[in-house]
């Protein structure tokens, strides 16, 4: 059974620095793309930051800088610190396993809440 379970997520103020966690279990981590996602409240899932088997990593233009995505295949975690937090970034942060083998494996977590208000 397969299970990606995130945490960290809360409250902060703008300009506040989070970072969350995604345990995963019940797959061979380290071939898997490890992804962050998020929902804001009326618009569509967008992709945040990508970190591959081979630990290429990429940003959405929003979170250049800011954002840093990371990965320990040992503890089968994939982390995102997040730092200089807007208010846009308010959403629900998705962690999401990918790999193509055979098949296309797909899994995600449950999301956390990731709210930046004043």
């Known amino acids: 059974q397969v299970q990606l379970v995130e945490s960290g997520g809360g409250l902060v103020q703008p300009g506040g620095s989070l970072r969350l966690s995604c345990v995963a279990s019940g797959i061979t981590f380290s071939i898997y793309d490890m992804n962050w996602y998020r929902q804001a409240p009326g618009k569509q899932r967008e992709l945040v930051a990508i970190i591959t088997s081979g630990n290429s990593i990429r940003y959405v233009d929003a979170v250049k800088g800011r954002f840093t995505i990371s990965r320990d295949n040992a503890k089968n975690t994939v982390y995102l610190q997040m730092n200089s937090l807007k208010l846009e970034d308010t959403a629900v942060y998705y962690c999401?396993?990918?790999?193509?083998?055979?098949?296309?494996?797909?899994?995600w977590g449950q999301g956390t809440q990731v709210t930046v208000s004043s």
């Open positions: 999401n396993a990918y790999a193509y083998t055979n098949t296309r494996k797909n899994y």
